[in-house]
């Protein structure tokens, strides 16, 4: 392992966030971007709009590496799998989704505060989200992260415009804390970004993001990978992304080895 790597494990370990110069290649990143236009002219079964109507559109798509094989390709390629293996510590790397966020000029609606793992339907430590934008990101317009915030400690996840609790019960959990109330009693971290760079964070990390106030579109591919640790959580719910009829083909607690969940990545292979 290079100094490098060694520095940005411990920075993972300490902060739960991380970003990585120089990830993808020009070529890469170029493969990343069609896809993402591709998903905005022909959406999947799980594309949504954040945004008010009649305001510029805030996108988002889940799960469709299926229709996008060269995705895997390329994100292999590039190394990906095998850096987040490293700064999981885990021998093994699956894929839990993709997702597409495009924010375009204008788009005033912000991400809220959030973590990402009570939204889903998996339990463990070893997990990480990647963003990966295809645009230059302004330090203004990035996602920022509560450094130290992926502890045990689980938030009410909220819909992204209007707020409201559809997974958790309301109370079941804690509210996220009003950082931007007092942003200055919150460790937040951010960088700008160029097409290329990678920010790759804990599920539990406390993260968000301002609208694009820029003249240019913000898109960005995130993926979600897993570590061996990850265990099946079904919900009373329908999570996001859902995946229906999977409590009828995993069992709670078991081991993500599913098809929809491909192994990208072996230590010593």
């Known amino acids: 392992m290079t100094t490098h790597e060694v520095t940005h494990r411990q920075q993972f370990e300490d902060d739960g966030v991380v970003c990585v110069r120089g990830v993808f290649d020009a070529e890469q990143i170029a493969v990343i971007r069609q896809i993402v236009e591709n998903?905005?002219?022909?959406p999947g079964p799980h594309g949504?709009?954040?945004?008010?109507?009649?305001?510029?559109?805030?996108?988002?798509?889940?799960?469709?590496?299926?229709?996008y094989p060269e995705l895997l390709d390329v994100v292999a390629a590039a190394g990906l799998p095998a850096l987040c293996g490293e700064l999981m510590g885990s021998p093994e790397v699956r894929l839990y989704h993709d997702h597409v966020l495009v924010k375009q000029p204008g788009a005033q609606q912000p991400t809220p505060w959030h973590q990402d793992q009570p939204f889903y339907n998996g339990e463990g430590r070893q997990n990480i989200s990647a963003w990966i934008p295809v645009d230059p990101?302004?330090?203004?317009?990035?996602?920022?992260?509560?450094?130290g915030s992926h502890d045990d400690t689980w938030y009410l996840p909220t819909t992204f415009l209007?707020?409201?609790a559809k997974w958790f019960p309301d109370s079941s959990l804690a509210p996220v804390p009003p950082i931007d109330e007092d942003r200055e009693r919150f460790p937040v971290r951010g960088w700008a970004m160029e097409p290329g760079d990678v920010v790759l964070f804990h599920m539990l990390t406390l993260h968000a993001a301002a609208g694009n106030s820029r003249t240019i579109p913000r898109r960005a591919l995130s993926l979600r990978f897993l570590g061996a640790d990850a265990t099946h959580a079904p919900r009373r719910w329908t999570t996001s992304p859902p995946f229906p009829g999977l409590e009828g083909e995993l069992p709670a607690g078991a081991p993500m080895d599913h098809p929809l969940f491909p192994l990208l990545w072996t230590a010593g292979h």
Do not use: I, Y
């Open 39 to 42: 998903m905005l002219t022909d």
């Open 48 to 67: 949504q709009t954040a945004s008010r109507p009649g305001e510029p559109e805030f996108f988002e798509d889940f799960c469709n590496w299926q229709r």
């Open 137 to 147: 990101v302004s330090r203004e317009t990035t996602l920022e992260f509560v450094a």
């Open 162 to 164: 209007d707020q409201q």
